[in-house]
């Protein structure tokens, strides 16, 4: 039996406009359009493939404000088995290293965890930490950016993939750490039994002090970086019109060496 938790997020729709708080300059969740990130789902399918391979269990995890429970109930109505949900007001504006501090909490709270499957990165933060922070603080080996990803037994392999020598193999005896790209799978669409099934499934809320973690150790008065001013990005200005009077080629060239284009 495989004991996997997977990491989710709740994250603002790409498709919404997005913006930072005027206040203290957070990103405004509450001004956009909130789903489960699209890496997570198929981090989640990769959990369900596993599971449906042999026996086992998924747990999904989410750190987020009340309304990340519309993420976690998506999990669970793709057929993951029961969430955890760490939910509080000074978590707000965390930094990674303090999310990842929460994170490796929540999933020490998981009896027998074998396997945590996480996205390589988040759509919102894009810090592509998160994973790497977690394993170190949990003491798991890290096998990470994996395109595919197999459990034999004890064993976790992966086809990690990267920018300049094509795929890298990676293995490790479980308990293990995994962070997934895009192109590990497509993930499943929650059937209608699946998303009247997930509204019985049990999600346990829990506070940074149920974790154990001290509240002076997380929110943005003890990130270690904070954006400090915000404007909105301007519009775009008018081109620059050549007329073409014989020598129109020789104005573009021009105009393109200005600009130091060519």
């Known amino acids: 039996m495989t004991n996997i938790v997977v990491l989710v997020k709740q994250v603002p729709d790409t498709y919404s406009e997005r913006k930072l708080s005027e206040s203290d300059h957070t990103l405004d969740r509450e001004s956009a359009d ?34 990340a429970t519309d993420a976690i109930r998506k999990a669970l109505s793709m057929g993951a ?10 978590l707000h504006g965390s930094d990674l290293l303090a999310t990842a501090k929460v994170i490796a909490a929540a999933v020490r709270k998981v009896e027998g965890v074998d ?20 394993a170190e603080l949990l003491g ?3 096998l990470t950016h994996a395109r595919e990803l197999t459990v034999d037994g004890t064993t976790v392999k992966v086809k990690r993939e990267t920018a300049d020598e ?7 005896s479980l308990p293990a750490l995994v962070s ?28 940074v002090a149920d974790l154990g973690v001290d509240a002076g150790e997380v929110g943005l008065g003890n990130a270690w970086s904070s954006v400090v001013e915000a404007s909105p990005k301007p519009p775009r200005t008018a081109g620059q019109r050549v007329e073409d009077e014989g020598d129109g080629g020789t104005k573009v060239a021009e105009y393109l060496v200005g600009q130091k284009l060519i």
Do not use: C
Request: aromatic residues 2%; charged residues 30%.
């Open 115 to 134: 396997l945590v499957i996480a996205g390589n990165e988040a759509s919102d933060g894009r810090g592509g930490a998160v994973p790497a922070i977690v």
């Open 81 to 90: 088995d029961k969430a955890i949900h760490v939910s509080d007001d000074a």
């Open 180 to 207: 997934v790209t895009e192109k590990i799978n497509e993930p499943r669409y929650p059937s209608f039994k699946g998303i009247m099934a997930a509204k019985k499934k049990p999600v346990e809320t829990l506070s």
């Open 140 to 142: 798991l080996p890290q």
């Open 34 to 67: 909130a789903v489960l990130d699209e890496i997570n789902e198929r981090a989640v399918e990769e959990a369900l493939k596993i599971k449906e391979a042999g026996e086992g269990e998924v747990t999904v995890l989410a750190v987020g404000p009340s309304r």
């Open 166 to 172: 094509g795929l890298t193999h990676l293995e490790a």
